[in-house]
């Protein structure tokens, strides 16, 4: 079985720019939650989506919404891109809620400069 | 507000010599207490999760125990490959179904 896969797995940008990263869960899953994890930091919650409706959302401003789509995969995006924003994006997907346990995908390394 | 603290930040070990990691945490109704390891550009793999007071779990030579403020990461006779971050996080109150996750312990093993 496929695990959780995120593309692309590195990305470069420009401050101001915009960045929309992707998440496949794992098939049977239904909840996909984004994390960032700054360097020497752990992960910080984002958001978490379960059935196409987002159940929680974390200390970030308005420039990053989600979504996700009916076949549960999801989308992050990023507007206007400040240099704090470089970090290790990492997807988690469960059956729902948490329920299982959280399997994260390898991240998508984004670097503003 | 929830909190999770580990220690120590970074830990070096020879071959063979046993040790411990720990995860403090402070928050109103733990729901699962879960560890991770995450090699460098990696996303965290799953080891263990927790739910109660008293419950371990073990895998190869890693052994997680459970207090009500603390859980504890043993490491057996480690090798080389264990060599990695490990991650503690909590699933707890109202932070509903979000992972909490402490600043890891960086383990490095030396043969």
């Known amino acids: 079985d496929a695990g959780v896969t995120q593309s692309p797995t590195h990305l470069i940008k420009t401050r101001g720019q915009h960045v929309t990263l992707r998440c496949s869960p794992i098939?049977?899953?239904?909840?996909v939650s984004w994390y960032q994890q700054v360097l020497g930091q752990g992960p910080q919650f984002i958001f978490q989506y379960y059935e196409k409706e987002e159940r929680g959302r974390g200390n970030f401003p308005d420039r990053f919404s989600a979504r996700q789509f009916p076949n549960y995969s999801s989308e992050l995006n990023v507007n206007a891109l400040l240099l704090g924003d470089s970090a290790l994006y990492l997807c988690?997907?469960?059956?729902?809620?948490?329920?299982?346990?959280?399997?994260f995908g390898s991240g998508t390394r984004l670097t503003v400069v | 507000e929830d909190q999770v603290t580990q220690s120590p930040e970074a830990l070096r070990l020879q071959e063979g010599e046993s040790s411990s990691l720990n995860c403090s945490y402070t928050v109103s109704g733990l729901r699962g207490l879960f560890w991770y390891r995450q090699d460098p550009g990696k996303g965290p793999e799953f080891l263990f999760t927790l739910y109660s007071a008293g419950e371990e779990k073990e895998k190869e030579r890693l052994k997680a125990t459970l207090t009500k403020k603390e859980s504890f990461l043993h490491i057996t006779a480690p090798k080389p490959e264990d060599s990695a971050t490990y991650l503690c996080?909590?699933?707890?109150?109202?932070?509903?179904?979000?992972?909490?996750f402490g600043k890891g312990t960086t383990l490095s093993v030396s043969s």
């Open positions: 098939s049977g899953h239904k909840s």
């Open positions: 988690a997907s469960s059956l729902g809620q948490g329920r299982g346990g959280y399997t």
């Open positions: 996080a909590v699933q707890a109150g109202q932070a509903g179904t979000a992972l909490i």
